[in-house]
């Protein structure tokens, strides 16, 4: 499974596909480094969807899951270790490179895995864990989400999330904003000290939903220094639910980031999920997402090599494709994670 077989890195800022068989169409799609988010802020695989919704505002279970999803990867991990390495620091992730061995950055999409005190982010931090997205779909103790967008309840961050922008930043841990309220994403951009990470978003001129930015804040987020990268959902990329995705549609949403924030500010953030019923079925149901669909060619991270080409011929040179295609995400981990 060495990653030999494609001369460009590529690096995802968002993906969940965590088991021994993805990391083989990683390595088939050339696919160098990701942030792999181990859990989300709901029990999305629970018995049954009234389970499911029952954790929606609870905290009770999310860190032992937590735990238990990386106990698990480190298994796979350590059984592997001549194709996949856990990165902690940016010399690990040169070090991955270097060995031609796919560099996987621990991650989690919500905050609820801090604790309601925050009592557990030094312990995440010594386990490995060097990313967390503060939402998913709903507000927890360190913010507010983009469900609450234009309600009373988008108070941004808490005081217990200041704290914790803070401290991430004094450990070298990756604060990213996706899913996050205007408001909060406001906030950080105040409070952190380092670029920030959106991992999985696009234009919301475009595409007209929740998770995607407006122009204000693709601007901001530039002026950060930060990185926006984009989602291959169908629904995400185009703003509706009944049409899949192709990859000029994701090229369009590429191009107006590009305008609006500069070609240093994107990255790649599939989010993928393979719509394998035997796989995914208590995820797909319990959220109701049966019919959602990712970008045509570019449906799992074997096929996403597709995406140079089109690149190409729609204008861009070589070196704005690596930027897409690793020198952004890169920059942007040297300037946050450990030395």
Request: with cysteine; glycine share 8%; net charge negative.
């Amino acid at each position: 499974m060495i990653n030999d077989n494609f001369e460009k890195p590529i690096y995802l800022a968002h993906d969940h596909m965590n088991r021994l068989e993805d990391f083989a169409r990683d390595a088939k799609g050339g696919v160098s480094a990701k942030i792999l988010h181990l859990t989300v802020d709901g029990w999305i695989n629970a018995p049954s969807k009234k389970e499911y919704l029952k954790t929606y505002y609870s905290y009770e279970g999310f860190y032992d899951r937590y735990l238990l999803a990386l106990n698990q990867l480190h298994k796979v991990i350590a059984n592997n270790s001549d194709q996949i390495k856990l990165v902690t620091s940016y010399r690990d992730l040169q070090d991955a490179g270097s060995e031609k061995v796919l560099a996987v950055i621990l991650g989690n999409e919500g905050g609820k895995i801090v604790g309601e005190s925050g009592e557990n982010l030094n312990t995440l931090f010594d386990l490995g864990v060097r990313h967390i997205q503060l939402n998913w779909s709903m507000k927890n103790c360190l913010s507010a989400s983009q469900s609450e967008e234009n309600t009373r309840q988008d108070t941004g961050l808490s005081d217990l999330g200041r704290n914790m922008i803070e401290r991430m930043n004094e450990l070298g841990m990756i604060v990213d904003v996706s899913h996050s309220s205007p408001e909060t994403i406001s906030d950080v951009l105040d409070v952190t000290s380092k670029p920030i990470l959106n991992s999985h978003s696009g234009s919301r001129v475009i595409a007209n939903k929740q998770q995607n930015l407006w122009d204000e804040q693709i601007r901001q987020l530039s002026e950060n220094g930060g990185i926006l990268a984009i989602h291959f959902c169908s629904r995400l990329v185009l703003g509706v639910d009944d049409r899949q995705s192709t990859i000029p549609d994701v090229i369009s949403q590429i191009k107006y980031v590009k305008n609006k924030g500069g070609i240093d500010l994107i990255g790649l953030g599939p989010d993928w999920i393979l719509g394998d019923t035997k796989r995914d079925e208590k995820y797909m149901h319990n959220t109701e997402q049966e019919t959602i669909t990712w970008t045509k060619c570019l449906e799992d991270s074997s096929r996403i090599k597709n995406l140079i080409p089109q690149l190409q011929l729609a204008g861009f040179s070589e070196h704005e494709i690596d930027r897409i295609l690793y020198l952004n995400l890169q920059r942007f981990f040297k300037a946050v994670l450990p030395s």
